[in-house]
């Protein structure tokens, strides 16, 4: 019984996943959010768990993915694919540019193709998390932005257009080049060969884990004071940060 724990968590993180792609398809991005952080969290625990337990196992790793897969892969690109149906002419509150309406219906679906890029970020999670299951040296550091990091970037526009409207942020997020822009860019940075520190802890001195423990404060203090907004740049601090000190991640 005790080796199926963590992978009990695991599922939750899926169920999570399941339930947040119920909300994305409905346009309902904050129960999205909701549900995508509690699957992050689960994805967090069912590793500390298998760690804590010594119940790590190669089941567990290919569930885990597969889950990660489902939470921070399909939501993700579902979600970039809603914001450009928006910004092409959808329904959303948010449209901006309409200069693009071009739609084909499908079996009585509705599909707009170029808004299918948003799901170059599921392809890039999915690639992501498939390296990573065979890249024996990101057991300390992660080769590229972890896929769960990737995924509160994405989730992050529509909740600051929804929690922290503005006519500046309106015009900038609902902009079809802009949304490309953060979709290539993240598809880019889920791969790029960057080495950047995990938030794994093998000990709780504070000197060797002092850029984690100075990383996690600045962010709780950024998103305490800018709320969903600190998210990009928390992210970006991340992928700073880690490049500064390269030579000290291992």
């Keep these: 019984m005790k080796r199926h724990i963590p ?73 970039m694919y809603s914001l450009i149906n928006d910004a092409i002419g959808g329904s959303s509150a948010f449209v901006v540019d309409n200069g693009w309406n071009t739609k084909v219906d499908w079996i009585g679906v509705e599909i707009s193709p170029l808004a299918l890029i948003g799901f170059l970020i599921t392809i890039a999670s999915a690639y992501r998390l498939a390296k990573f299951n065979i890249d024996l040296d990101q057991q300390s550091y992660f080769k590229g932005l972890p896929v769960p990091a990737n995924t509160l970037l994405i989730l992050s526009l529509p909740l600051i257009q929804y929690y922290q409207y503005s006519v500046t942020i309106a015009n900038l997020f609902g902009r079809l080049w802009f949304l490309i822009a953060v979709t290539l860019l993240s598809s880019y940075l889920l791969n790029a060969n960057i080495k950047l520190f995990a938030l794994k802890f093998k000990t709780w001195d504070f000197k060797p884990n002092a850029v984690r423990y100075l990383f996690l404060l600045t962010s709780i203090v950024l998103l305490i004071c800018f709320k969903f907004i600190a998210i990009p740049v928390i992210i970006l601090s991340y992928i700073l940060v880690s490049l500064f000190t390269q030579k000290s991640i291992s």
């Design 7 to 79: 992978n009990l968590v695991t599922g939750l993180n899926l169920l999570s996943g399941c339930i947040a792609i119920l909300f994305a398809v409905q346009g309902q991005y904050v129960g999205t959010a909701i549900f995508v952080f509690l699957g992050i969290f689960f994805d967090f625990f069912d590793g500390l768990l298998a760690r804590k337990l010594n119940v790590q196992s190669d089941l567990g790793l290919q569930l885990d993915s597969l889950a990660d897969v489902v939470t921070s892969g399909i939501v993700p690109g579902l979600v």
